[in-house]
């Protein structure tokens, strides 16, 4: 198993930036890469950007590629989302989650953090 904690979530007006962080612990030789995903009440979960544990390879949604950055800290275990300009749509729920080496799917997922973006 692998266990995530994540923070950072708050309050922002549109156009600031927040960090978020999460924390890995556990099994996390069983995964082989880190993402971030959101969801707003009514919708389904959305993917925002991945990165893997080599750090090689990120990936990030259209709707965020030019404001949000991941990146990750292995000596600490940890993932960092980097939101910039951030805009009322972008209030959600923002989940951690790693990916299992065996399924290829995100079988781990934090408790989420909110994030509201205010106009």
């Known amino acids: 198993q692998v266990q995530l904690v994540e923070s950072g979530g708050g309050l922002v007006q549109a156009g600031g930036s927040l960090r978020l962080s999460c924390a890995a612990s556990g099994r996390t030789f069983d995964s082989d890469a880190m993402g971030w995903f959101r969801q707003t009440p009514g919708k389904e979960r959305e993917f925002v950007a991945a990165i893997t544990w080599s750090g090689y390879s990120t990936y990030a949604a259209d709707s965020v590629k030019d404001r949000f950055t991941i990146s990750r800290d292995n000596a600490k275990n940890t993932v960092y989302l980097q939101m910039n300009s951030l805009k009322p749509e972008d209030t959600a729920v923002y989940y951690c989650?790693?990916?299992?080496?065996?399924?290829?799917?995100?079988?781990?997922w934090g408790q989420g953090t909110q994030v509201t973006v205010s106009s």
């Open positions: 989650a790693a990916r299992n080496n065996w399924s290829g799917e995100y079988d781990y």
